[in-house]
């Protein structure tokens, strides 16, 4: 199983991103997706999940109404679209996926909002 993020960046506050996560190595279409960040000095935390067949999309209440979670079963990818950045939301963006009991994460991708 490999999970590679992409899209982070440095952006201005009120502006958007899109992440990405390339899945393989797995039936991408039979799992659930996630996505979590974790900012300096705090524990990694749940930002978004979306079922294997895109029926279901749930939010932390932080980014609810800003952050959009979406897949292509096609292309084997997930997508995080973050509008209405905020300082808060600066963090290192990962994906993650759970497989028999084993849960595997990407190298995450770096976000800072900033002025």
């Known amino acids: 199983v490999q999970l590679v993020e992409s899209g982070g960046g440095l952006v201005q506050p009120g502006e958007s991103l899109r992440l990405s996560c390339a899945a393989s190595?797995?039936?991408?279409?039979?799992?659930?997706m996630n996505w979590y960040r974790q900012a300096p000095g705090k524990e990694r935390e749940w930002v978004a999940g979306?079922?294997?067949?895109?029926?279901?999309?749930n939010y932390a209440d932080t980014v609810k109404g800003r952050f959009t979670i979406s897949r292509d079963n096609a292309e084997n990818t997930v997508y995080l679209q973050m509008n209405s950045l905020k300082p808060e939301d600066t963090a290192v963006y990962y994906c993650?996926?759970?497989?028999?009991?084993?849960?595997?994460w990407g190298q995450g991708t770096q976000v800072t909002v900033s002025s």
């Open positions: 190595g797995f039936t991408f279409s039979s799992y659930g």
């Open positions: 979306i079922s294997n067949t895109e029926s279901s999309a």
């Open positions: 993650k996926t759970r497989r028999r009991s084993i849960d595997y």
